[in-house]
Every structure is written in C-alpha cells, then in structure tokens.
C-alpha cells in the first residue's frame, strides 16, 4: 500500500510517530482490534456493511485495522452462526472491496485467522466440536453471539486432521495476501482452538502435543511456521496471545514467566513478525508474583514487535504501555467502538468516549446501523 498520512498536530507524542510492523509501515501506534460482530451472510460472506464499518476506523485514524477472527476452512473451524470466514475463493473474494476501502482510507488491514475449536456456539458445516481432548471449555455460551447453554464435550483431534488443520490456516493466509491484506494474524488466544492446547486443563494429550508447555505450544508454532511458508516473504505475519479466555475469565499461566519464556522464545523462533498480547489489563502484572505484565514479557522473551491490548482507551494509558517499550502499537477494542475517531480526537486534544453505547453488544454482537453512519 502507499505511505500512510502524516499525522499532523503531534509532534513528539509516541502515538503519532510511525512504526515498521513487519515490513508493513504505520502511519501512528493505534490499531482497531479484533473484535467479534456477526454480521457476514450467513454463508460467511462479507458486504457493503462490513466495508461501511472497517472502513469508518480507518477514517479516524486507526493506523491499522485487524478483522474480527475469521474462520479458515470449511471444517470445525467456524465459531459464529454470520461470522465472516475466508474458507474459500468465493470469500476471500467478497474480502477484496473492504481492503480496498480501508487502504483508500489510509490504514493498513490485517486479517485475524480462527479456529474455535471446542469454543465454537455454531458451524454450518459441520455437527459437533473438536478439541486437544474431550474436556468442554468452562462457563456458558455467550447469548450476544447467538450461543446458550454450556459448551459441549469436543471430540479429540487426531495427528491427521491436526495437519489439515495447519494446511487450513496457509490456504486462508493465501487468500488473505490475494485478497490484498497487508498482513495475518493467527488467533492463539482467549480459549479458541490454539490457546485451548495451550491450555493445560483443556489438554490432557499424551502425545507431542500435549503434557509439558514445549509440546502445548507447539501447534500454534506448527501453524505459524506453516502460514510463514505460505505467505511470510510478502505480507505481515504475527499471532495473538492471552492467558484468559472468553469462558475462563481469570485463566493463568500455572508456570507463571518460566511459562511466558517457553511460550514467547519458542513462538519467535518460528520467525513470526511481531506478537499481539491481550489482557484485560494491559498495564497489570501478568502474574501474581512479579510486576511484569504480559506485554513486557513478550517483548523481553521474542525481541519482536508487541501489539498490546487491554483496557488502553485512557490515552495516557496507550501513551505508558508505549513509553515503557513494552510495545509498539496499542490495539483499541471497547475505547474504538466508544468512539471510533479515538486517534485523531486524541491527536487533536479533544475529549474522548470512555464508555459505549449500551446497545453496541446488545441483544447481539453485530454491527448496528448506527455505526455505519459518516
């Protein structure tokens, strides 16, 4: 894509200084985060819509907007009944007008790839949920995703469909880079298939995937290392990484940062451009022992670029988390749905949201029309 658009009025303020991310150049610090809104076709194509909501972030001056998870293949991958997928041609197709209207808009875009695995509340493709091993996630369904009830009891994957599941998330990076992403970001987080091997309750495998923390993090790796292959010599590669979950709240690492070490070294191992972390705190302590947060530990352990998330929409906050160097870029959620020209209100020193409107999730997820609006 062309240079960004300088970010006049900011001299000196680190959120309007550009940054290098994976070879893909930022015009400031501030990224849309991924965030779930169900509002594909029910086949999973994406519209006008979704262009009219992507592309109002990148109008506000999110340097870079990252899609909501994106399922990959036409297997158990997809968790949401009208969530957009990139499984097929078809799809990625349908994604080439939104990069477009972003890339118009000034921002670069990168598409969020998910399996949900035992997570998943509905797939039209297939009965049923997998998982490392046949033990449900905690909690219940969330009912602004269309889900009720708990989680049911996933079917155990075996070493085969663990390849084709690795094969699923290049061929969606493929159609990510053809549809004119500017990078992927592989979902290992909050308890979605990746972060579910991670996780040592949900993992009771006794193979290469399962039993120490080298093997639980070896799949989200393997997928790494096989969408590199795919795709990493021409666009952006990096993956997201959390300790809690959508249904375990209050999940942490039992290893505590021993367990950050092996999960940050082995992850940059693999080559990966940069990592994204996601708590519900970006500035507390990842542990209860110690004062690093996760976001620090990240970038203490891989050296990599570090996208962070969680509870930023304060700019004083997005402004600590950058000064530290615990990251580079901060990624909005809740403080960009409040208002999704954050970065040029912040920019301009004008006030800020610091709540949403109480009908952004409700009764469901997805986007309204109000959102659309210019």
Partial sequence: MTDPTPQPGATGDLLYTPFDLGGVRLGNRTALAPMTRISATEDGMV?????RYYTGFARGGFALVITEGVYPDTEHSQGYLYQPGLATAAQGEAWRPVVEAVHAAGSAMFAQLMHAGAQSQGNRFRQGTVGPSAVAPRGEQLSFYRGSGPYATPRALDARELADIRRGFADAARRARAAGFDGV?????????????????????????????????????????????????????????????????????????????????????????????????????????????????????????????????????????????????????????AQRDWPHRVRDGLEVATEMRPDTLGPLADVKDWELAP
């Fill in 47 to 51: 519209t006008d819509r979704n262009a």
């Fill in 185 to 337: 970001e592989v979902h290992g987080a909050n308890g979605y298939l990746l972060d579910q091997f991670l996780t040592d309750y949900l993992n009771r495998r006794e193979d290469g995937h399962g039993g120490s923390v080298e093997n639980r993090v070896r799949l989200a790796a393997e997928v790494v290392d096989e969408v590199l292959q795919a795709v990493g010599s021409e666009i952006a590669v990096g993956i997201r990484v959390s300790q809690s979950k959508v249904s375990d709240f209050h999940h942490r690492w039992a290893g505590g940062a021993e367990e950050a070490e092996i999960i940050f070294t082995t992850l940059a191992r693999t080559g990966i451009h940069f990592l994204h972390t996601t708590e519900h705190k970006a500035l507390e302590p990842a542990f209860p022992t110690g004062t690093e947060t996760l976001a620090e530990l990240a970038k203490k352990f891989s050296g990599l670029p570090v996208i962070a998330n969680g509870d930023l929409g304060d700019p004083e906050s997005a402004r600590t988390v950058l000064g530290s160097g615990a990251a580079d870029v901060v990624a909005l959620g809740k403080g960009a749905l």
